[in-house]
């Protein structure tokens, strides 16, 4: 998929972390007008939503209430909130297509048209229950770069990230809603520092940029963790949400002297021995 591209030298990017109410899309379509629009405020040229934002995401007894088709009200909501402020905008939101649902994660262009569609690959636990899962890894052309889309529980394969990467993916934007509760967090540690932890070891071993936007606050009977955050490809976290509500920005370069002093010295996918690996 592609737009007209001008090959950007440097582009701002912002990460959305808010807390999901389930069920109430308009309320969730406030936080996130209001969020993305101080995004767009400090400048940011891309902002990315997290999951299932506009419905929060433990609805699996309401979907056929809350999904929605990709042309349907609140994608246009979405759509025109993208081209009133000239931005691409990423959200996770619930889609309805032929009777099956997805977790999906929509990309608007700064006209307000939809650029691409990505239907969530890897569903998690209970979620191949509720969702149909998608068949197709989404890198999109675009006017900011090549973007490659995942939702989740994608980051945590790294065969998947790295087709994006092989498809020319510049910049990994993740739309999340990583969850714990005291017997993950206590037991085993599953919180902030590790879904971190993720994202730059996905930038690091591909030398790509990633953006990961996840929900914060209590959903259900689990906490979504927070610690959203953007990454460069050396692994160095450039912006992170911690726990609160709210945004986090970074100024973001595909080329540059020091990256490329970088990229000389971690020479990482050249170093690959795949016939080794199969």
């Known amino acids: 998929m592609s737009e007209e591209t001008t090959d950007p030298t440097r582009v701002t990017?912002?990460?959305v972390q808010m807390h999901c109410r389930p069920g109430e899309v308009e309320a969730n379509l406030?936080?996130?007008?209001?969020?993305?629009?101080?995004?767009?405020?400090?400048?940011?040229?891309?902002?990315?939503?997290?999951?299932?934002?506009?419905?929060?995401?433990?609805?699996?007894?309401?979907?056929?209430?809350?999904?929605e088709p990709q042309d349907g009200p609140t994608a246009r909501r979405l759509s025109e909130l993208a081209k009133d402020l000239?931005?691409?905008?990423?959200?996770?939101?619930?889609?309805?297509?032929?009777?099956?649902?997805y977790d999906a994660?929509?990309?608007?262009?700064?006209?307000?048209?939809?650029?691409?569609?990505?239907?969530?690959?890897?569903?998690?636990?209970?979620?191949?229950?509720?969702?149909s899962a998608g068949d197709e890894p989404v890198v999109v052309d675009t006017s900011i770069g090549r973007i490659g889309m995942t939702i989740c529980y994608d980051l945590i394969f790294p065969e998947f990230t790295r087709r994006?990467?092989?498809?020319?993916?510049?910049?990994?934007i993740n739309s999340?809603?990583?969850?714990?509760?005291?017997?993950?967090?206590?037991?085993w540690g599953w919180d902030g520092p590790t879904i971190e932890a993720l994202a730059t070891t996905r930038s690091l071993e591909n030398g790509v940029w990633l953006a990961m936007a996840n929900c914060v606050g209590p959903e259900w009977v689990f906490?979504?963790?927070?610690?959203?955050?953007?990454?460069?490809?050396?692994?160095?976290?450039v912006a992170s949400?911690?726990?609160?509500?709210?945004?986090?920005?970074?100024?973001?370069?595909?080329?540059?002297?020091?990256?490329?002093?970088?990229?000389?010295?971690?020479?990482?996918?050249?170093?690959?021995?795949?016939?080794?690996?199969?």
Not at 86 to 101: F, K, P, T
Not at 249 to 275: C, F, G
Request: hydrophobic share 45%; net charge negative; proline share 3%.
């Open 176 to 187: 999340t809603n990583w969850i714990t509760d005291d017997f993950q967090r206590g037991r």
């Open 30 to 67: 406030a936080t996130i007008d209001t969020m993305v629009r101080q995004a767009a405020g400090e400048g940011a040229q891309l902002v990315v939503v997290p999951e299932m934002a506009t419905t929060g995401y433990f609805i699996s007894d309401r979907l056929d209430q809350l999904a």
């Open 105 to 131: 994660q929509l990309l608007f262009g700064p006209d307000g048209a939809l650029l691409a569609t990505y239907r969530k690959v890897h569903l998690f636990s209970a979620e191949r229950e509720w969702f």
């Open 223 to 237: 906490d979504s963790i927070g610690h959203s955050c953007i990454v460069a490809p050396s692994g160095m976290r």
């Open 241 to 278: 949400a911690g726990r609160a509500q709210g945004t986090a920005l970074a100024q973001i370069a595909y080329s540059s002297d020091d990256l490329n002093r970088w990229k000389a010295v971690a020479t990482y996918l050249e170093d690959r021995r795949p016939e080794i690996y199969r």
């Open 86 to 101: 000239a931005i691409h905008l990423a959200v996770g939101m619930v889609l309805v297509e032929g009777g099956a649902y």
């Open 13 to 15: 990017i912002a990460v």
């Open 164 to 172: 994006l990467v092989d498809m020319g993916a510049e910049l990994i």
